[in-house]
T-cell receptor, first 111, second 112 residues
Framework: KQEVTQIPAALSVPEGENLVLNCSFTDSAIYNLQWFRQDPGKGLTSLLLIQSSQREQTSGRLNASLDKSSGRSTLYIAASQPGDSATYLCAANQAGTALIFGKGTTLSVSS | NAGVTQTPKFQVLKTGQSMTLQCAQDMNHNSMYWYRQDPGMGLRLIYYSASEGTTDKGEVPNGYNVSRLNKREFSLRLESAAPSQTSVYFC???????????FGQGTRLTVV
């Protein structure tokens, strides 16, 4: 059974810092991996989707990488801003089912 | 562009009452999903519908039923609500199974 883990559960950084959020998964047989952002009391906003054949995807200050062989994905946020404060979720997509989520990393960026 | 719309946004039920959570998407997606989100547990899949006319159980289906009414709509029914079903419920959709998923804003349900 696929398990997705995100470490750390919480992270606090000063504004302007570059940071990396980690996601690991136990079964490398995934179609893709998706990163989401969730603000308190809100729904999930899709940030990036990495196909299993890809190594990375970029959107603005965000860069997500995927290493299937090691069962790891990272979300890199450049020049962090207070508006980046939110919970970041990763989810692995496998055949025959739907997204399997990690429990998230709650990011706080202080000004 | 509305995307995925869930109703209601908030609901309080008494133990034993029934209710249906509604979900509709306007993106012409084939696959739809229901998740629940609980503190410390993350998001867990309740049911999904890979295409119109099909539904399958997810990780935590007990106490729930679903109906894929048509391509746009996927409802979740609680026949006899229990306090353990207090949660935030999210509906999602994707073009087909295993492609990028888009989520609604959630329904916050409290069972007392």
């Amino acid at each position: 059974k696929q398990e997705v883990t995100q470490i750390p559960a919480a992270l606090s950084v000063p504004e302007g810092e570059n940071l990396v959020l980690n996601c690991s998964f136990t079964d490398s047989a995934i179609y893709n991996l998706q990163w989401f952002r969730q603000d308190p009391g809100k729904g999930l906003t899709s940030l990036l989707l990495i196909q299993s054949s890809q190594r990375e995807q970029t959107s603005g200050r965000l860069n997500a990488s995927l290493d299937k062989s090691s069962g790891r994905s990272t979300l890199y946020i450049a020049a962090s801003q207070p508006g980046d404060s939110a919970t970041y979720l990763c989810a692995a997509n496998q055949a025959g089912t739907a997204l399997i989520f990690g429990k998230g990393t709650t990011l706080s960026v202080s000004s | 562009n509305a995307g995925v719309t869930q109703t209601p946004k908030f609901q309080v039920l008494k133990t034993g009452q029934s209710m249906t959570l509604q979900c509709a998407q306007d993106m012409n997606h084939n696959s739809m999903y229901w998740y629940r989100q609980d503190p410390g547990m993350g998001l867990r899949l309740i049911y999904y519908s890979a295409s119109e006319g099909t539904t399958d159980k997810g990780e935590v289906p007990n106490g729930y039923n679903v109906s894929r009414l048509n391509k746009r709509e996927f409802s979740l029914r609680l026949e006899s609500a229990a306090p353990s079903q207090t949660s935030v419920y999210f509906c999602a959709s994707s073009v087909i199974q295993n492609t990028e998923a888009f989520f609604g804003q959630g329904t916050r349900l409290t069972v007392v």
